[in-house]
């Protein structure tokens, strides 16, 4: 039976080293981005978020080491940059994590924080949130997974902020590369309750819930030939690897991502080594 209290994907955290280096990278790649934000000081962290609707992309860089971002630190220092973890979102984070808890699993948290947000009127408010992880063991693909319960959307999703230059409105699928891509998908599919199934190209899905995007597990071979001429160096061979993103208008995403995007099928890429680890590739939707 589905989680009640957990639904599919919220949203994507590419870690990043310098986190307003990576920024300006990606708004040169055609993204509207928040104004930078500064989480709890237990959490060490901060953010510039890419809003879609439903869901959004999070860059997330260490500001001060903590043992909360401990794993992220071990994620940088492991693998550099890239898709380090992936949230659901939490209609009551408190059930949520009770829900995994009878399920064998032991949650880490619920956690409360918050960051400042510079509102598009130049008021300052807050965005809140009530957060809780499956144990950090548990991480199919090398991905980590946990949910976040909005306190105060409408500091998140600001209208303003979810208007892109190259067209991105969603996210369809987050690829995540893995030597034995069923294993990891019913790794996932046990810890969301959700049923994996099998591509043709030998890929395996796990859906996150809803009309949210859903899980791609592969191996780095399958998404080569997924996208052919896009050069995948800097993607582990277990780990995320991409975003699969609807674009509203691929004539724009092209103009709006100039040398960085490659043509590749019906897909216009953005290659990992291009936008801090992470292959971005925009569809038409």
């Given at each position: 039976m589905a989680l009640k209290n957990v639904i599919g994907i919220d949203h994507a955290v590419v870690m990043v080293k310098d986190l307003d280096k990576a920024a300006e990278n990606y708004r040169q790649l055609g993204f509207t981005l928040s104004p930078r934000g500064t989480h709890s000081a237990h959490m060490g962290t901060g953010n510039y978020t890419i809003m879609f609707d439903p869901?959004?992309?999070?860059?997330?860089?260490?500001?001060?080491?903590?043992?909360?971002?401990?794993?992220?630190?071990?994620?940088?220092?492991?693998?550099?940059?890239?898709?380090?973890?992936?949230?659901?979102?939490?209609?009551?984070?408190?059930?949520?994590?009770?829900?995994?808890?009878?399920?064998?699993?032991?949650?880490?948290?619920?956690?409360?924080?918050?960051?400042?947000?510079?509102?598009?009127?130049?008021?300052?408010?807050?965005?809140?949130?009530?957060?809780?992880?499956?144990?950090?063991?548990e991480a199919p693909g090398g991905v980590r997974i946990f949910a976040c319960q909005h306190k105060t959307r409408e500091t998140v999703w600001i209208p303003e902020l979810m208007k892109h230059a190259n067209a991105a409105k969603r996210i369809s699928q987050v690829l995540i590369a893995a030597p034995e891509p069923a294993a990891e998908a019913a790794h996932l599919a046990r810890l969301i309750d959700r049923e994996p199934k099998a591509g043709a190209d030998g890929a395996v899905t796990v859906p996150s819930g809803g009309d949210r995007a859903d899980f791609v597990y592969l191996t780095l071979e399958q998404l080569g030939k997924r996208y052919r001429g896009v050069?995948?160096?800097?993607?582990?061979?277990?780990?995320?690897?991409?975003?699969?993103?609807?674009?509203?208008?691929?004539?724009?995403?092209?103009?709006?991502?100039?040398?960085?995007?490659?043509?590749?099928?019906?897909?216009?890429?953005?290659?990992?080594?291009?936008?801090?680890?992470?292959?971005?590739?925009?569809?038409?939707?």
């Open positions: 869901d959004y992309m999070e860059l997330l860089g260490v500001l001060v080491a903590t043992e909360h971002n401990a794993p992220a630190r071990a994620f940088v220092e492991r693998q550099g940059e890239g898709i380090e973890r992936i949230a659901f979102t939490a209609i009551d984070s408190t059930e949520g994590a009770e829900e995994i808890r009878a399920r064998g699993f032991t949650p880490v948290g619920p956690t409360d924080f918050e960051r400042p947000v510079t509102l598009p009127d130049g008021t300052v408010s807050a965005a809140k949130f009530r957060t809780f992880m499956w144990p950090t063991a050069p995948l160096a800097g993607l582990s061979g277990r780990g995320g690897a991409a975003l699969v993103l609807v674009s509203g208008d691929l004539a724009a995403t092209e103009k709006a991502l100039g040398p960085a995007g490659v043509r590749s099928g019906a897909a216009i890429v953005v290659p990992p080594a291009k936008a801090n680890g992470t292959l971005i590739a925009f569809i038409a939707g």
